[in-house]
């Protein structure tokens, strides 16, 4: 969770497509002086900008999805997912969002207690401007206005990437850890809800062979949601999304989450997860094992261009 000064200036919103609020590039922050919110980036927080769900009906094996929507031709409900008659498929649901892209596990009848992932660092390419990409695994901010989360982040300051790992107990500040990070290295993400409003948040960087274990305390956390999540981080000058990094492909692996009715971790499939997809990236399907891919497929820009400045 990455909160800093940022480069990044005065916000315009995107007149097309999604409809998301952008952010002018680098060279115009020292004409404007504007920051986001507190004067800091914040990769984070609840979900944002999230669109109707549709019910889609994906092949059995793994793929990138196209973007576009894929209509359902069975009888499954939204939010299920099952085999088709004909065998070999499968239903999900598949929701926009402005900042998330990944899986998200919801329930309004038990609490979910814990959310764990792995993924290797993916490699920021960095051209010009600034752009930003987190990748986290955690409980909560689907349907709720806290998020409990962990994970490692790429961003790009002009032509320089910067790696490093983080946490936050949001609507709290985040916290970065000093740990180096290079691309390539392989991460693991647990949060664990462990009672009497307490969450043991753990990242571990198995490559660098260092773990951060952090136990917090936060009242009121609904834990109705448990998500493995790539993310476009806020905030412009008007609180919208910052421009993505071109991180090309993170592959989450593992995906598991358990809740006070299912005690014993399961892969993220079998809670009847929910795909979300947001501007300039692909979600994979979601394997039985809990693995998938968001791959970006962006032009590292959310405006169209800077005009009439």
Known sequence: MRRRWPILALSVPLLIGWGLTGALPA?????????????????????????????TLVAGTPQVSSGTPRVSTGSLQDGTVGQNAG????YSTVVTSSNWSGYAATSSTTQFTSVSSSWVQPTGTCTSGDQYAAFWAGLDGYSSSTVEQTGSEVDCVGRTAHYYGWYEMYPG?????????????????SVTYTGSNQFVL?????????T????????????????????APCCTARGGILP????????????TAATTAKPT??????F?????????????????SGAFSVKYTGSGSRFPFPFGF
């Open 87 to 90: 065998g070999g498929r499968r």
């Open 27 to 55: 060279s115009a922050a020292s004409h404007y002086g504007v920051t986001g919110p507190g004067g800091r980036v914040q990769p984070g927080g609840p979900v944002s900008g999230l669109g109707s769900p549709i019910s």
């Open 173 to 189: 500040a985040s916290s970065d850890y000093s740990d180096p990070v290079s691309p390539g290295d392989h991460f693991s993400a």
């Open 244 to 255: 993505l990094t071109n991180f090309g492909t993170v592959n989450f692996t593992g995906a």
């Open 272 to 288: 009847n997860p929910v795909e979300i997809t947001m501007p300039d990236v692909s979600v994979s399907s979601l394997t039985s």
């Open 265 to 270: 971790a399961a892969s993220l499939a079998t």
């Open 212 to 231: 951060q274990t952090q136990t917090q305390t936060l009242a009121g956390a609904a834990r109705s949601s448990a998500e493995v999540i790539a993310e």
């Open 202 to 210: 753990v990242l571990s960087d198995t490559t660098k062979g260092w």
